[in-house]
């Protein structure tokens, strides 16, 4: 899995949860990496992803 906004690879836990954050809309879901996550701010990362 790799993260939409980055393309960095996403890593699974143990646990097969994703190391990152889901982001929804309707059907689309992304996914976006921890350093995306603090890079950006949740309105921004919607714009980039088109959500
Ligand atoms: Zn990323």
């Known amino acids: 899995m790799k993260c939409d906004s980055c393309s960095a690879r996403i890593e699974l836990t143990f646990m097969n949860k994703i190391v990152g ?12 990496c921890p350093q995306c996550q603090k890079q950006y701010s949740d309105a921004e990362l919607r714009q980039k992803l088109n959500l």
């Open 21 to 32: 954050t889901y982001y929804r809309k309707g059907k689309k879901k992304k996914v976006v």
